[in-house]
């Protein structure tokens, strides 16, 4: 659909599952080369399976999104063997449910390493070899409606706050960067389906039943449901759109 996407090079982290893989096959269907970065290794696999799906180059890199070093490691090897990525998504991304005053201090930490320094470290990455390039370059965040609402029954107020944060954080960069082609944007999801929303809604299907009945849509997103608006970003057809959080949720935070 975006055909300028064809043959651009984009790095991917937490694609080894979930949101972030769904979202490597949507580029991936475009003609982008791909490297995905994950915790898990089955991203090996994932990035195997994307390559024989889709006939494009792909990589899978072990690595935490939280270790600056590793995160520069790995994009200089990403770089050697898929070129230099023109294209960032940021999808790595962990939540935690708790009531705030039982909240350890190394839980709290861990969802603001992983959400916020994670998406900062790799974007600091992307950006240093984007403006070496000189070439156009779209970062997306995955951040989520919980940088704008608080969502409801659970208490999660470290993701809530890593999210917001990630927005501000586009939008700081997308300021600083704009004058050297690289556009910062975000996306922010309602609730999807996915492993990490799985867990919660299998162990308790009341829930998922409650939320959906609080989007207008009346239905969970599907990750398919990202990727028009995803691919669109990161196309030169968004050339001026750049700082924003775009909200993508059924009508949820319309209520
Ligand atoms: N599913 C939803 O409803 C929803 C809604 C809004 C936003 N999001 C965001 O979308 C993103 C993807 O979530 P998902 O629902 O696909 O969950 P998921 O758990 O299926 O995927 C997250 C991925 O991130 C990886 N990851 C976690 N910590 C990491 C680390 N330190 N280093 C590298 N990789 C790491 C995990 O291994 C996993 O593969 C997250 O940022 C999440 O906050 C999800």
Redesign the pocket.
């Known amino acids: 659909m975006f055909e300028d996407l064809n043959g651009r090079t984009a790095v991917i982290?937490?694609?080894?599952?979930?949101?972030?893989?769904?979202l490597a096959t949507a580029l991936a269907r475009s003609g982008v080369r791909v490297a995905l970065?994950?915790?898990?290794p089955s991203?090996e696999a994932s990035a195997k399976r994307l390559a024989s799906e889709y006939g494009v180059d792909a990589r899978g890199w072990v690595?935490?999104?939280?270790d600056p070093h590793a995160i520069e490691t790995v994009f200089t090897e990403a770089e050697t063997e898929l070129g230099t990525a023109s294209v960032l998504i940021?999808?790595?991304?962990?939540?935690v449910w708790g009531d705030s005053v039982d909240v350890q201090a190394a839980t709290w930490r861990k969802v603001m390493?992983?959400?916020l320094d994670?998406t900062f470290f790799t974007a600091q990455a992307f950006a240093r070899r984007a403006l070496a390039a000189g070439e156009p370059a779209s970062a997306i965040f995955?951040?989520?409606?919980?940088a704008f609402i608080v969502n409801s029954p659970q208490f999660q107020a470290s993701?809530n706050s890593s999210?917001a944060a990630v927005s501000h954080l586009a939008t700081s960069l997308a300021v600083e960067w704009a004058g050297s082609g690289i556009r910062v944007n975000a996306i922010?999801?309602?609730?999807?389906?996915?492993?990490?929303?799985r867990q919660f809604t299998e162990a308790n299907p009341e829930l998922a039943q409650q939320w959906i009945s609080d989007i207008p849509m009346g239905r969970?997103?599907e990750?398919e449901d990202l990727h028009g608006l995803v691919t669109y970003l990161a196309s030169e057809s968004s050339s001026y759109l750049t700082g924003q959080s775009i909200v993508i949720d059924g009508g949820y935070t319309a209520l």
């Open positions: 982290t937490g694609g080894a599952r979930g949101l972030g893989y769904s970065l994950d915790l898990l991203v690595v935490d999104v939280t940021t999808a790595a991304g962990i939540t390493a992983v959400n994670g995955v951040s989520s409606m919980s993701y999210k922010a999801p309602g609730y999807f389906l996915s492993d990490m929303t969970m997103g990750p």
